[in-house]
């Protein structure tokens, strides 16, 4: 059985950090290119960043790049996802995903539908 358990969310003040990690079992994890969306009060999931299954090829949203750094560790089944300067507005549950292949295209990579396995989520608030 697939399982994504989130954790590392908080409460932080702007411009602060976190180091959100996802541990994964029941797959061959270091197969997987893994996904990281988050959804805030009242809105849809939003795609933050896709990782490939080696961790030398990344993706972000415009409204995180430069300031959250997506790596994993497959030697320990984890993702982590690595935010700096912290806004308001990246307050949300931040949740692990991927798909049921391995590989995940530029054409899917941003689409919530397309996934199949999910975690629980980690809430991540931002606030002075």
Not at 18 to 24: F, G, I, P, Q
Not at 27 to 45: E, H, I, L, N, V
Not at 77 to 98: F, G, H, I, R
Not at 106 to 120: F, K, S
Request: glycine share 10%; aromatic share 10%.
């Amino acid at each position: 059985e697939v399982q994504l358990v989130e954790s590392g969310g908080g409460l932080v003040q702007p411009g602060g950090s976190l180091r959100l990690s996802c541990a994964a079992s029941g797959f061959t994890f270091g197969s997987y290119d893994m996904s990281w969306f988050r959804q805030a009060p009242g809105k849809g999931p939003e795609w933050v960043s896709t990782i490939n299954s080696r961790g030398d090829d990344t993706h972000y949203a415009d409204s995180v790049r430069g300031r959250f750094t997506a790596s994993r560790d497959n030697a320990k089944n984890t993702l982590y996802l690595q935010m700096n300067s912290l806004k308001p507005e990246d307050t949300a549950v931040y949740y692990c995903a991927t798909q049921s292949g391995p590989l995940i295209t530029i054409a899917t990579m941003q689409v919530p539908d397309e996934y199949d396995y999910w975690g629980q989520g980690t809430r991540v608030t931002v606030s002075s």
